[in-house]
T-cell receptor, first 113, second 114 residues
């Protein structure tokens, strides 16, 4: 079992749908992150949660809504997305937001049609 | 602000060739530096790291040395294998303003052919 598990691995949704991405970490970390990876663009940090409190939100549109019910789980709720939101969404975790590197999940490949 | 610049890809090498992927950074103070690798269909994995000047990170035959004087952290491997085909990301983290977020380069795709 990997340290950070993301589900689903692949998701196709229409622009009027509502869906959620799930991330679970089994490492005892206390910080979790959502990143967006689009083709030919740098990785974009979307949200940071530290001790279950959202500490950073990098100007992400409101159609993306994160939720962190506890230190092991992180969700990204999606609604009324646009085709340009199609990307690989990566979850990561770390301990105390320190410079020891993050552990990433395998990502959810999202396609908006 | 902080930034990372790495060489544009893709890079195509024959098996057993020498690999260098250049990475330079801009940051105030003393960032920590990382190389991550992303295999096809997977998330990112930490490959190696260095937290202070002149440190050398190494893993799986890959090496990178933190060069403060040239603000560089080039990735090298003496003999690449087909299994090294992946996208490589240089990254830094800096604790300025209480934030430890990672700043990534754009990634360099490596293809190793038999």
């Amino acid at each position: 079992e990997t340290g950070v598990t993301q589900t689903p691995r692949h998701l196709v949704m229409g622009m009027t749908n509502k869906k959620s991405l799930k991330c679970e970490q089994h490492l005892g970390h206390n910080a979790m992150y959502w990143y967006k990876q689009s083709a030919k663009k740098p990785l974009e940090l979307m949200f940071v949660y530290s001790l279950e409190e959202r500490v950073e939100n990098n100007s992400v549109p409101s159609r993306f809504s994160p939720e962190c019910p506890n230190s092991s789980h992180l969700f990204l709720h999606l609604h009324t997305l646009q085709p340009e939101d199609s990307a690989l969404y990566l979850c990561a975790s770390s301990q105390d937001r320190q410079s020891y590197g993050y552990t990433f999940g395998s990502g959810t490949r999202l396609t908006v049609v | 602000g902080n930034s990372v610049t790495q060489m544009e890809g893709p890079v195509t090498l024959s098996e057993e060739a020498f690999l260098t992927i250049n990475c330079t950074y801009t940051a105030t103070g003393y960032p920590s530096l990382f190389w991550y690798v992303q295999y096809p269909g997977e998330g990112l994995q930490l490959l190696l790291k260095a937290t202070k000047a002149d440190d050398k990170g190494s893993n799986k035959g890959f090496e990178a040395t933190y060069r403060k004087e040239t603000t560089s952290f080039h990735l090298e491997k003496g003999s690449v294998q087909v299994s090294d085909s992946a996208v490589y990301f240089c990254a830094l983290t800096y604790s300025g303003a209480g934030s430890y977020q990672l700043t990534f380069g754009k990634g360099t795709k490596l293809s190793v052919i038999p």
